[in-house]
């Protein structure tokens, strides 16, 4: 320890503030990647949150004691705990999302609510229902609805309800497709509301769907697409993947026809009705005798002697009513018939052996080609009377080698690190070692203790020096050592030249080397100390 304390002592003030101030970055760095090293891993909790769904979300993760960092309208947290707060924070209803849905209703008591404030709070609860519905999906971060009813008004008639509906997307944008499916959700669920009476507007302002679609275009491409991916899984199952290329041309009608037919069939009668009417009429008289009073009175015989006669008559009448076979046929042919197909097959060839061992490229079987040409006519549905054709080759494919890299995963994959992170520990270890190697080392590698803490060491030591006086090659004297060991300097071996006085000066004698060699020292402090100590080192060596 006393050791310790005489460098600390000899040192000068300037390589003691030195030796403090490294000490101090060391300790300043080291403390740094400490806690770099053991700060977690800061990873995206919820972002675009309005403002006061946010603050629920940093007062309820205070409560807890979690650590988190609010960047901008982000708030982060630690990897590891991310799912676990997210499921505890959906649990009591945060973030609360700033569309209210039907609950607002159970908010209105019977006492005190008119008609327009049930209308008006109805209507509000439907915006955020639809709200919520249309967040559901993945692609949408936030969504505002805004429905323009006409109200429970009776004396309203011919207005029809409008909406419109502005999207924030997740990220990327907001397809036609899907805006049209917005447009449908919010008009199936607004009695009386057509989807052309919707309006979508994303994030950047623009009116999604503002131009009338244009009706596709009548052509072949789908459904060669479809063709030839069927033939190409089916040829590939059995020839390897890459060893089948397939095209498929599709002619397609382009023109619509309707055809309608009515025909009567005049055989074909069907009765339809039947109607039957029978008639009998019966008829009696009495003829040939004289009128007399006897015959007029009813207790008399009216006879009179006459003659009797009667008469009867019956009548059958049918009526059947028939219909005539009828055929009435409506043909409405669309556009995208397919008129004609062309497919085009080309199989690699195989590879065998030859008679020197090397691998060549054969065709294949005539067999397995008609083989796979009824499996090919099968899929596409061939038709010869359509004026189908399939062509199938059997020929050698160049080998193309594929583009990019493979994916494969790295070692720092296996480590829960960033590259912001690594950046950071590298740059601060670095340092570290730069500190450590280049300033505190040499500091601390040198050899500045005074012959004070030497003097027992050397007590014995008999030192032979060889030092030249640049007028002679005269070495000094042992008298000139001893003092000079007295006055807390040692001599080097080699390499210290004394200078000659000035022509003019004052000489001084040369039985006094020991004042002259004093003088010297004075003039070149710093000099005499560095030839000094590597006199010293040598003799420790030697």
Same mark, same amino acid.
Do not use: C, H
């Given at each position: 320890?006393?050791?310790?304390?005489?460098?600390?002592?000899?040192?000068?003030?300037?390589?003691?503030?030195?030796?403090?101030?490294?000490?101090?970055?060391?300790?300043?760095?080291?403390?740094?990647?400490?806690?770099?090293?053991?700060?977690?891993?800061?990873?995206?909790?919820?972002?675009?949150?309005?403002?006061?769904?946010?603050?629920?979300?940093?007062r309820?993760?205070?409560?807890?004691?979690?650590?988190?960092?609010?960047?901008?309208?982000?708030?982060?947290?630690?990897?590891?705990?991310?799912?676990?707060?997210?499921?505890?924070?959906?649990?009591?209803?945060?973030?609360?999302?700033?569309?209210?849905?039907?609950?607002?209703?159970?908010?209105l008591t019977g006492f005190g609510t008119t008609s327009q404030m049930f209308d008006a709070a109805y209507w509000r609860a439907k915006e955020g229902e639809l709200a919520r519905t249309i967040v559901a999906n993945p692609a949408i971060a936030m969504a505002r609805v805004h429905i323009a009813s006409t109200g429970s008004n009776p004396f309203q008639r011919g207005v029809t309800p409008k909406a419109s509906v502005s999207l924030t997307p997740n990220g990327g944008g907001i397809s036609p497709a899907q805006g049209k499916a917005v447009r449908f959700l919010v008009a199936s669920a607004v009695a009386g509301l057509a989807p052309e009476d919707v309006a979508v507007i994303d994030a950047n302002g623009s009116l999604i769907g503002a131009t009338e679609e244009t009706a596709p275009t009548v052509g072949g491409d789908d459904k060669a697409k479809v063709l030839r991916d069927r033939v190409q899984r089916l040829l590939e199952a059995r020839v390897g993947f890459g060893n089948a290329v397939v095209e498929v041309s599709v002619d397609t009608v382009t023109e619509s026809e309707a055809i309608r037919e009515h025909r009567f069939d005049p055989e074909g009668r069907v009765a339809i009705s039947s109607d039957t009417e029978e008639r009998t009429n019966t008829a009696e008289g009495t003829g040939g005798g004289d009128v007399t009073v006897a015959s007029n009175l009813p207790d008399q015989g009216g006879d009179g002697g006459g003659d009797k006669s009667s008469s009867q008559n019956s009548e059958t009448r049918e009526r059947i009513n028939y219909e005539v076979s009828e055929t009435e046929r409506e043909i409405i042919r669309a556009p995208g018939a397919i008129k004609r197909l062309s497919v085009a097959v080309l199989v690699n060839e195989t590879t065998a052996l030859n008679d020197a061992g090397q691998q060549v490229s054969q065709p294949r079987d005539p067999e397995e080609m008609e083989a796979l040409r009824e499996l090919v006519s099968s899929a596409v549905g061939f038709d010869e009377e359509r004026g189908d054709i399939i062509t199938l080759k059997s020929m050698a494919?160049?080998?193309?080698?594929?583009?990019?890299?493979?994916?494969?995963?790295?070692?720092?994959?296996?480590?829960?690190?960033?590259?912001?992170?690594?950046?950071?520990?590298?740059?601060?270890?670095?340092?570290?070692?730069?500190?450590?190697?280049?300033?505190?080392?040499?500091?601390?590698?040198?050899?500045?203790?005074?012959?004070?803490?030497?003097?027992?060491?050397?007590?014995?030591?008999?030192?032979?020096?060889?030092? #030249?006086?640049?007028?002679?090659?005269?070495?000094?004297? @042992?008298?000139? %050592?001893?003092?000079? $060991? +007295?006055?807390? *300097?040692?001599?080097? #071996?080699?390499?210290?030249?004394?200078?000659?006085?000035? @022509?003019?000066? %004052?000489?001084?004698? $040369? +039985?006094?080397? *020991?004042?002259?060699?004093?003088?010297?020292?004075?003039?070149?402090?710093?000099?005499?100390?560095?030839?000094?100590?590597?006199?010293?080192?040598?003799?420790?060596?030697?």
């Open positions: 320890m006393q050791q310790y304390l005489n460098v600390w002592l000899n040192l000068g003030l300037k390589r003691q503030l030195i030796v403090i101030a490294t000490t101090g970055a060391m300790f300043f760095a080291i403390l740094t990647m400490a806690r770099m090293t053991t700060a977690p891993s800061m990873t995206l909790l919820y972002a675009g949150l309005e403002s006061s769904a946010a603050g629920d979300v940093v309820s993760l205070e409560q807890r004691g979690v650590v988190f960092e609010v960047r901008g309208g982000s708030i982060y947290v630690d990897n590891k705990e991310r799912d676990q707060l997210r499921l505890t924070l959906a649990s009591e209803g945060l973030p609360a999302n700033g569309n209210r849905g039907y609950e607002l209703l159970d908010q494919l160049q080998s193309v080698a594929p583009s990019g890299t493979a994916a494969s995963t790295s070692l720092m994959d296996q480590f829960d690190l960033d590259l912001l992170s690594a950046i950071q520990m590298v740059v601060l270890a670095v340092v570290t070692l730069i500190l450590g190697l280049f300033v505190i080392r040499p500091v601390l590698s040198r050899d500045i203790s005074g012959v004070p803490a030497l003097d027992d060491s050397l007590a014995g030591a008999s030192f032979q020096p060889e030092r #030249s006086v640049q007028s002679g090659e005269n070495n000094l004297p @042992a008298v000139l %050592e001893a003092e000079v $060991l +007295e006055n807390g *300097v040692s001599l080097p #071996s080699q390499g210290a030249v004394v200078q000659q006085p000035v @022509a003019g000066e %004052e000489e001084t004698t $040369l +039985e006094d080397p *020991v004042a002259r060699l004093r003088n010297m020292i004075g003039d070149r402090q710093d000099e005499t100390v560095e030839i000094l100590r590597g006199w010293l080192e040598d003799k420790e060596k030697a």
